[in-house]
Each structure stands twice: as structure tokens, then as C-alpha cells.
């Protein structure tokens, strides 16, 4: 079993429409989890941090659910711009951090 | 957030040739840097974690010998990739760690090294 498992999509909506993802770790242990947004032959970025009491930024909903060892990401009002691969991070103990193969989404006009 | 900068962005080489990729750290120290792989329409997998001034801890399934790892500065982290053959061809990516950020993300990445060997 994979640490970080993903749905790798792709996810093809139209313009306005809300979308989710979801994410399920293995690792109990896991002490943050973040949401991080690559485009293609791209390095990764930061898209937002994942807190237990879910967390919102704009249009970007995320939430993490330690009981199920499950997080996901809602995007709302979806934009052509929001097309690109969606990676699912979390990091245990120390600085290891394990990422998942990502979700791709593609929003159409 | 904090910069790094990777060089080169992209190098062709024939098989058998060592390259290096130099990860850099422009605006703070790093005392932790880590280099990943990542295949098309794959995962970026850790290979190792390089810690300024000892020894880089390679993941399992990682070759030490073949994938040499540097850590001279705070601010310079370099993988060489020895005898190079087309499948190593992958995106290398290097992060840095910021000890001094706020928040729960220290991790920063650079633009990542495409390598593509002949």
C-alpha cells in the first residue's frame, strides 16, 4: 500500500464548477499535511496547509480528517487557470515529507 | 517565501557521463536540503536527505555511488549523477529547508533539473 494514495483523475470540469479530492494516508504518525499545486515540467508549490480544524483560503477549501487518516481539498468557482496536478503531502515525524501522486485536473471553458 | 534556485535547468548528456545539479539557497540558510526524482505522470519519490557537512541519507533503492550527494555550505547542495544512463532521464527536483520560516511549511523547492541521457 502506498503511504499517500491518491485518485490521479483527470478530473475534467467546466468553468464555475466545484470540485474535490480527496487523499488517504497510511501512517498514523503523520504530523502535517499540505495541498500542493504542479504544473506541468513545474517544481510543485505550496498551494495551502492542512490544519485538523480545516482550513479556507478563497475558493480553496481544505479539510483533515485524522480519525480516518484522510484529507481533502474543495475547490469552488473552478478557474481555466486552476488546471494543473494536485499533490497531496504529508510529512511524519523529522522532515520527511511524502507526496502523492497527484490528482490532475482540467477545467474547461 | 524563501528562493531556490537549481542549475541547470535542463542538460542533455550521453550515456556514460557523470552530471551535476547544484541546488542553491538565495536568501537563508538551509541545514537541510533533499533532492527527489520524479518520472512522468509520477510521484516525486525522495532519493535523499542532505544535511550540511556529513553524510546524505539516502532513501532505500537509492544508490550512494551513484547518485553522489554534497552538502558543503548552508547555502549549496550538489547531486552527480555518475555514469548516466537514459534511465536516469527524469526531473530532479531539490528542496531546502528554512529553519528559521514561520508556519508549519519550511520546505522550499527549486525549479527542478530535467536530465535526459542519451
Known amino acids: 500500500r502506498k503511504e499517500v494514495e491518491q485518485d490521479p483523475g483527470p478530473f475534467n470540469v467546466p468553468e464555475g464548477a466545484t470540485v474535490a479530492f480527496n487523499c488517504t494516508y497510511s501512517?498514523?504518525?503523520?504530523?502535517?499535511f499540505f495541498w500542493y499545486r504542479q504544473d506541468c515540467r513545474k517544481e510543485p508549490k505550496l498551494l495551502m496547509s492542512?490544519?485538523?480544524s480545516g482550513n479556507e483560503d478563497g475558493r480553496f477549501t481544505a479539510q483533515l480528517n485524522r480519525a480516518s487518516q484522510y484529507i481533502s481539498l474543495l475547490i469552488r468557482d473552478s478557474k481555466l487557470s486552476d488546471s494543473a496536478t494536485y499533490l497531496c503531502?504529508?510529512?511524519?515525524?523529522?522532515?520527511?515529507?511524502?507526496f502523492g501522486a497527484g490528482t490532475r485536473l482540467f477545467v474547461k471553458a | 517565501g524563501a528562493v531556490v534556485s537549481q542549475h541547470p535547468s535542463w542538460v542533455i548528456c550521453k550515456s556514460g557521463t557523470s552530471v551535476k545539479i547544484e541546488c542553491r539557497s538565495l536568501?537563508?540558510?538551509?541545514?537541510?536540503m533533499f533532492w527527489y526524482r520524479q518520472f512522468p505522470k509520477q510521484s516525486l519519490m525522495l532519493m535523499a536527505t542532505?544535511?550540511?557537512?556529513?553524510?546524505?541519507?539516502?532513501e532505500q533503492g537509492v544508490e550512494k555511488d551513484k547518485f553522489l550527494i554534497n552538502h558543503a555550505s548552508l547555502t549549496l547542495s550538489t547531486l552527480t549523477v555518475t555514469s548516466a544512463h537514459p534511465e536516469d532521464s527524469s526531473f530532479y527536483i531539490c528542496?531546502?529547508?528554512?529553519?528559521?520560516?514561520?508556519?508549519?511549511?519550511?520546505?522550499?523547492f527549486g525549479p527542478g533539473t530535467r536530465l535526459t541521457v542519451l
Open positions: 528542496s531546502a529547508r528554512d529553519p528559521t520560516a514561520l508556519g508549519v511549511n519550511e520546505q522550499f
Open positions: 501512517n498514523s504518525a503523520s504530523q502535517s
Open positions: 492542512v490544519y485538523s
Open positions: 503531502v504529508v510529512r511524519a515525524g523529522g522532515f520527511k515529507t511524502i
Open positions: 536568501d537563508f540558510q538551509a541545514t537541510t
Open positions: 542532505s544535511n550540511e557537512g556529513s553524510k546524505a541519507t539516502y
